[in-house]
């Protein structure tokens, strides 16, 4: 199963006081890589229906950070299914620079929806996001 990857430039902005990217940076990275996959896939990464939302909010992030990232440094983030399930989606991630790792982590999003200010509640995966994803990363 072939990762979706993309590449990120890390700014003077991206560090901390020391030099070095900050942590959460990464964090932005594997979002904007999730977010550019669906994109690429043509699928709604974020559904608005009069008041009513729909998408894909954080419940869990996991993530060891291996090595620094410097500012100029181009990272590139993979990210591969782990868990297409029924309700949530968990996120295999990794970020290198050339080849060498700078973190390896998870993110479980849950499919979900809100009308106006409301509560969230969990919802199915629509079949047409599931079934995109599974045709794309062969699962």
Known sequence: MAPFTADYRANFSDT???GIVHFSTVFFWV???E???FRQLKLPFIRAEGAKLTGFPRVRVECDFLSPIYREDVVTVSLTPIELGDKKIVWGFEAKVG????AKG???TVYAWREGQGPMSAALVPLEIKTALEKHFGA
């Open 16 to 18: 901390d006081a020391a």
């Open 31 to 33: 979002e904007a890589t």
């Open 35 to 37: 977010e550019a996959l």
């Open 99 to 102: 080849n060498r790792f700078v």
């Open 106 to 108: 998870a993110l479980t």
